[in-house]
């Protein structure tokens, strides 16, 4: 998007598609104790990819904020997949 190109009003499969949101995990509430930003990085995610859903020409603003909400998605749930595996490794073992 930052180099000038122009989104089709139809928007990739995998953004159509994607429809998770913290309600998903509210049956596992254990899951929020163990990875307590979880919910801040599903927000993240889908702020990141809410750009793709609209077609037409993008600012370079909204384009920089989409990917830098994407990074800061992808620490906190990289982050939660660690610990975890880490809960995994050293608790449940």
Do not use: W
Not at 34 to 63: H, K, T, W, Y
Not at 69 to 89: C, H, P, R, V
Request: hydrophobic residues 40%; glycine residues 6%.
């Amino acid at each position: 998007m930052v180099d000038g190109s122009i989104l089709p009003c139809n928007p990739p499969t995998s953004v159509a598609s994607y429809i998770y949101t913290s309600q998903d995990v509210r049956e596992l509430p254990e899951l929020r104790r163990f990875v307590p930003r979880i919910d801040e990085g599903i927000q993240l995610l889908n702020d990141s990819i809410g750009i793709l859903q609209n077609c037409g020409a993008i600012n370079l603003d909204s384009a920089l904020q989409a990917r830098n909400a994407a990074t800061n998605a992808k620490i906190i749930l990289s982050n939660g997949l660690f610990q975890l595996k880490d809960l995994e490794k050293n608790v449940i073992h």
